[in-house]
């Protein structure tokens, strides 16, 4: 569509939220990948105050923060909706994104960006505590749901599901399983579902995309250590 950019990258779980909000609209959109160690300009003066990725420029106009993004693109393009309509369904959905995005995710890169064992160990718990929760909001707030939008993929299954690829990574390398099926039997199940669906075959990148990226950005740390 003439008009909406998506500055992105590839490995980041927020990222792609927002390229599943798009596709569920049907929308078509130019996507530019970033490179987080030189950002484009375009970028820098789209989110002066994150300089984060993604930012959706529509007619000019930069969107950031990938929540936000989601919940506008929802209402601005036709299709069927991301988030419920149900307005106390909303609410909870909302509650529970902004529980992922405040508890979980900070955990859970915790992990990746722990410098010691001991840290990491920390952020493993807080991760598992956090996993607990939704858990429990599963058996709570969506008994008997496919997923957490119902029959079908949902803003909570976009924001929670994004993450998986990261935690598969994880399991192969720190040998961290964050969805445990017998620990988090709902979650595990739920989570088999999402990776099935049609949605998240199309664009939730494999764990290796991961893998490659704490590859890639461990060179570049240990090269710029040893100039
Ligand atoms: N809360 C933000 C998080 C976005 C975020 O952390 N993006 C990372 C990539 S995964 C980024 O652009 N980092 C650049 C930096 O920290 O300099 C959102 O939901 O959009």
Not at 9 to 14: D, N, Q, R
Not at 75 to 97: C, K, M, N, Q, S
Request: glycine share 6%.
């Amino acid at each position: 569509m003439a008009g909406l950019k998506l500055l992105g990258l590839v490995a980041s779980p927020f990222v792609v939220r927002v390229r599943m909000a798009l596709s569920m609209k049907g929308v078509s959109y130019e996507y530019a990948e970033e490179d987080l160690k030189n950002k484009s300009e375009l970028l820098l003066k789209s989110n002066p105050v994150h300089q984060k990725v993604p930012v959706l420029i529509h007619n000019g106009k930069p969107i950031c923060e990938s929540l936000v993004i989601v919940q506008y693109v929802d209402e601005v393009f036709a299709g069927p909706p991301i988030l419920p309509t149900d307005p106390y369904e909303r609410a909870t959905a909302r509650f529970w994104a902004a529980f992922i995005d405040d508890k979980l995710c900070p955990a859970w890169i915790g992990i990746l960006r722990a410098k010691a064992e001991d840290e990491r160990a920390e952020k493993v718990t807080e991760t598992f505590a956090a996993i607990g929760q939704m858990e429990e909001a599963l058996a709570k707030s969506y008994e008997g749901k496919a997923f957490f939008g119902g029959e079908s993929i949902g803003y909570l299954d976009i924001v929670l599901g994004s993450c998986l690829f990261w935690f598969e990574a994880f399991r192969r390398m720190y040998k961290v399983e964050i969805i445990n099926s017998s620990k988090v039997p709902l979650l595990a199940a739920w989570a088999e579902r999402f990776g099935k669906s049609a949605e998240a075959k199309e664009l939730v990148p494999e764990a290796d995309e991961a893998v490659q990226y704490v590859n890639k950005r461990a060179a570049a740390a240990a090269a710029a250590a040893a100039k």
